[in-house]
């Protein structure tokens, strides 16, 4: 009875197989763990292309999943014609079903596969072979010890050397490497760069991010679904003009910056995913009263930027980085807020036309009969100067509708009390649910530190009214 050959040892990830009856595997011997049909040849399948990939000469090391930009990468030049190193994309899976099918006397495969199994098993090595340029980039890098971050501003801006300018720096140098090292981290802030047209605010962030390669400026409104599809592959996005967002566009401003992860479909695959966030925002304006939310605008740090030193900034940008990334091995955070923070914020606000009227009428300056006849309306005891008889401390929002903005009351929409409701807001005061007269209202009152206008020196202040 003749003597059976050991069965082949399948690959798996790219091992070389056992040859028959147990010698030194040779160059090519992966060959033999391919699977073939009744008539010899190589069928298509998930794992023959695996060992193709994996180890022909040609294709062995070629594809590589870039983990910043989600997407497949090559090497190399590929062996067909017109693939891109940068992206793996369907027509080069296209392209490479067409090498494969080379007939097998030109060294080829003779393999008939389809394009979407080719993607698929490109996809799947390359995921075996991972790398993340700008982290690759940051953990190369050595700090000399000299702490440069702190001042940025102040050497290449032109900006003032003062304790907010110089936490508003660390946060966002150490938030945006902070995003690379731990990606999806909770960063919640924007820095908004403020400054004349031309002045080159946008180089100053265009060059600390590496320039076009992994810096964007977002032609889309973050309102726009393809906004999260432009961001992937962009460590430093910038968000233009500030001041021509819309209200509902500076919402979703803000809750795009309090988003830790984006959902969309990657070039590579067939299914949206989710992906922890890696980039940082940063907001621009040729304004100085940019700022619209009533709410304070926490989020945004301005920063006021009188000249810009691009070359200076590239030729220390390493450094830069490098303090970025030992700060925080060194245990610094990124979202302990200046001290001043608030005082900067509420500068930049956008002061809507209504609000003089209303802090006139709720300072108490208005004539007597300004406040007569509204059963919910409280004042405070007259001032000791006789100037005036006490400012509002409690009122609804139709009290100052009325009285202190001259609205119809049958003309007051949801639109304008939401309005009226923002400005009270912005100013600190708060709301809360009443019953009185046996129905339910909505009256404000102001906070413990809330300042009235004061009365001008030549009387009550009658002369603020509104006519």
Not at 376 to 393: A, E, K, W
Request: with cysteine; net charge neutral; hydrophobic share 40%.
């Amino acid at each position: 009875m003749a003597k059976q050959k050991p069965p082949l040892t399948v690959i798996d990830g790219g091992n070389a197989p056992s040859p028959p009856g147990g010698g030194a595997a040779g160059l090519d011997d992966w060959r033999l763990g391919f699977t073939r049909n009744k008539s010899g040849g190589i069928i298509a399948n998930h794992h023959n292309l695996a060992l193709i990939f994996e180890n022909d000469p040609a294709l062995s090391g070629l594809f590589k999943l870039d983990e910043f930009s989600n997407r497949v990468a090559l090497d190399r030049d590929p062996p067909w014609k017109g693939g891109n190193r940068d992206e793996f994309t369907e027509l080069d899976g296209v392209e490479l079903a067409a090498w494969l099918g080379v007939a097998a006397f030109n060294k080829g495969y003779e393999i008939s596969a389809k394009s979407a199994l080719v993607v698929e098993v490109v996809e799947a090595i390359a995921r075996r072979h991972r790398f993340h340029p700008v982290r690759d980039y940051l953990e190369a890098l050595e700090w000399d010890g000299q702490e440069r971050i702190p001042s940025m501003f102040a050497t290449w801006c032109g900006a003032a050397d003062d304790p907010y300018l110089q936490r508003v720096a660390l946060i966002f140098m150490l938030s945006a490497a902070a995003r690379i090292l731990l990606p999806g981290c909770k960063v919640d802030t924007m820095l908004v760069l403020e400054g004349l047209q031309g002045l080159g605010k946008t180089r100053v962030t265009q060059t600390l991010f590496g320039g076009d390669r992994w810096y964007m400026d977002a032609q889309r409104s973050p309102a726009e679904k393809d906004f999260y599809q432009d961001i992937v592959g962009k460590w430093g996005v910038e968000i233009g003009e500030m001041t021509s967002f819309s209200k509902a566009e500076a919402n979703k401003v803000k809750q795009t910056l309090s988003a830790t992860a984006d959902t969309y479909r990657p070039s590579y695959g067939r299914y949206s995913r989710t992906f922890p966030r890696q980039c940082v925002f940063i907001g621009t304006t040729n304004e100085t009263e940019w700022q619209r939310d009533h709410t304070g605008g926490r989020r945004f740090l301005p920063v006021r930027v009188d000249r810009v030193d691009v070359p200076g900034i590239a030729a220390i940008r390493d450094q830069l980085w490098a303090e970025a990334v030992a700060r925080l091995k060194r245990g610094e955070n990124w979202w302990d807020m200046p001290d001043r923070v608030k005082e900067e914020q509420d500068e930049r606000y956008q002061e809507d036309a209504w609000a003089q009227p209303m802090l006139i009428w709720l300072s108490g300056l208005h004539a007597d009969e300004a406040y007569t006849n509204l059963p919910f309306l409280q004042r405070s005891r007259p001032l000791p100067n006789g100037t005036s008889d006490g400012h509002v401390i409690e009122a609804s929002v139709a009290d100052i509708m009325v009285r202190a903005l001259h609205i119809d009351p049958g003309r007051i929409s949801r639109a304008d009390q939401m309005r009226v409701a923002g400005i009270l807001t912005h100013w600190g005061w708060q709301s809360f649910r009443s019953r009185r007269s046996g129905r339910p209202i909505r009256l404000w009152y102001p906070p413990d530190d809330w300042k009235p206008m004061p009365a001008p020196a030549n009387g009550r202040g009658d002369d603020h009214a509104i006519p």
